[in-house]
């Protein structure tokens, strides 16, 4: 269910309004008792972009040649020089 908050409202507490929809709330911004907008929660675009990149590398450790001979503890503690 959306809660309803009137525009000078929702111009006042934006930051508060945010942190709701955060954490899942939804609110209908009205303007004199008409609704004009739904402030939601945003599509999960970052969620997407991380389940498509582990199907990439999933992927690609499939039909990737295995690497001989590389000593990977000698690799990191390299890096950490």
Known sequence: MNLEIGSYEAK???????RGVQ???RYTITLRGEPIADLIPAEGAKQADAAAAVDAMRQFMRVAPAVEGIDIKALINEGRA
């Open 12 to 18: 006042t507490k934006l930051p508060e309004l945010l």
């Open 23 to 25: 954490a899942g709330k």
